[in-house]
């Protein structure tokens, strides 16, 4: 049971940080830039916003349940989840740190989120991303569409390894 | 009648009712890629239609959230450009359609992104990032169909000039627009050089020609549709007419 005074936003985030993604598990979603904020109002209901990777992303709802799921396993029974869009969600807010773990499990991470290039380039775009498993960037873009909303197919022609990229957006 | 409230609905309905005809090719796709990457791009239209009209339900304020308005209108009420209710036909044609829309979406959604309204300023700035990858796969494909080989050719122009006459409905305003004009939404003719510059870009690039200025349909932001609507809808929406309320 949670006691006054483990109460403060560092707590709650602990909590949150043990939501795993449902999509990539490796990452959990506070590092994911899912949780925007925590915190607990003075009438003792925690207040978690959440802001979606992908307008259509079906995990959300899944994320939301766990979210509830994990706050009341700890003792937090009153939570009001709140849906926010500015800023718009970005790649670029992964560390690091999270990008590493990405890689270690077996996705390559994204670059930079570009919003500069032209809109129809010609041709194919010659970002190559590293191979998760060789570390080679002898690798193709096969395409900008993979299993999920935030992922893409490459190709690795190194070690001969097809492999998905957590695409910059 | 409620501007702001008309005006969400139409850039839902927009999205709803294109997401949808492009989810039929759901295990029909060209090629596995193709397959994905349509119903992926069908995903981000749904969920940006989710959005819209979730709004618009809390604007009317009569209780209808977005699953009531999605489900629970008839096709006079829907007020989506007729451009995205047409069959699929071809690869070719659904390609061509995609591009016409994703090229008009783009600087629309960026132009929302300043709006005064905070939270539709929110929605579209998300579904503008989205909007771009959209017109990047789209483009690609025109390039690819339109300088490939003579009959990928023939189609994209077959195509493009038959989808023609729906794009003037995208820039043509109405006392909706006018209400919202400058302060909540874009003029939708301030749009037309946006979009007329990559259209013609991506078409000279793809060696097709654009049809000439002539008749231009209109009609479906007042709810007068083609038939291809209503049957598009009662697919769309028996499940939840025939079970109301129902949840799994």
Redesign the interface.
């Known amino acids: 049971m949670v006691t006054r005074g483990s109460t403060d936003t560092a707590a709650l985030l602990d909590v949150l940080h043990g939501v795993p993604d449902p999509e990539v598990p490796a990452l959990d979603i506070v590092e994911l830039g899912i949780v925007r904020r925590v915190e607990m109002r003075p009438d003792g209901v925690v207040v978690v916003e959440v802001t ?1 990777t ?5 995990a959300m709802q899944a994320i939301e349940q766990d979210i509830m799921a994990a706050l009341r396993a700890k003792g937090y029974d009153r939570v009001e989840l709140r849906t ?7 790649t670029d807010w992964l560390s690091d740190a999270a990008k590493a773990k990405l890689t270690a499990y077996g996705i390559a991470p994204p670059g930079r989120a570009e ?1 500069e290039q032209p ?4 041709g194919p775009v010659v970002r190559h991303a590293a191979c998760p498993y060789c570390g080679s960037s002898n690798t193709e873009r ?6 999920t ?1 935030c992922k893409a ?1 490459h190709f690795c022609h190194q070690c001969h390894q097809p492999f998905e990229e957590f ?1 910059a ?1 | 009648m409620d501007a702001l409230f008309e005006y969400l609905l139409r850039l839902g309905d927009d999205r709803l009712v294109l997401g949808h005809r492009l989810s039929e090719w759901c295990g029909h796709g060209p090629v596995l890629e193709e397959d994905i990457a349509l119903a992926n791009v069908a995903l981000d239209l749904i969920g940006q239609a989710t959005h819209f009209l979730r709004l618009a339900g809390q604007v009317e304020g009569k209780g209808r959230d977005e699953d009531a308005l999605a489900y629970f209108r008839d096709a006079i009420d829907y007020r989506n450009v007729n451009l995205v209710e047409l069959p699929n036909g071809d690869y070719g044609h659904t390609i061509v359609r995609q591009f016409l829309f994703d090229a008009w979406s783009v600087p629309l959604l960026e132009a929302l992104e300043r709006t005064s309204h905070a939270e539709l300023a929110g929605i579209a700035a998300k579904a503008h990032k989205e909007a771009r990858y959209h017109l990047r796969h789209s483009g690609e494909w025109v390039l690819r169909l339109g300088d490939g080989t003579d009959e990928s050719h023939r189609r994209a122009q077959m195509a493009l000039d038959q989808l023609w006459p729906y794009t003037g409905e995208l820039f043509a305003s109405d006392e909706v627009d006018r209400a919202l004009a400058g302060t909540i939404a874009p003029d939708p003719s301030a749009l037309q050089p946006a979009w007329r510059e990559v259209v013609s870009d991506v078409a000279s690039r793809a060696t097709l020609t654009l049809p000439s200025e002539g008749y231009m349909q209109s009609g479906g932001r007042q709810g007068r549709h083609t038939e291809h609507l209503g049957h598009l809808l009662a697919e769309m929406q028996i499940l939840a007419r025939s079970h109301p309320g129902a949840k799994w």
Do not use: N, Q, R
Request: aromatic share 14%; net charge positive; with cysteine.
């Open positions: 979606p992908y307008s259509g992303c079906p926010v869009f500015s800023p718009a969600w970005t919003t809109l129809v380039p010609l096969k395409s900008e569409f993979g299993p909303a197919i695409k957006i």
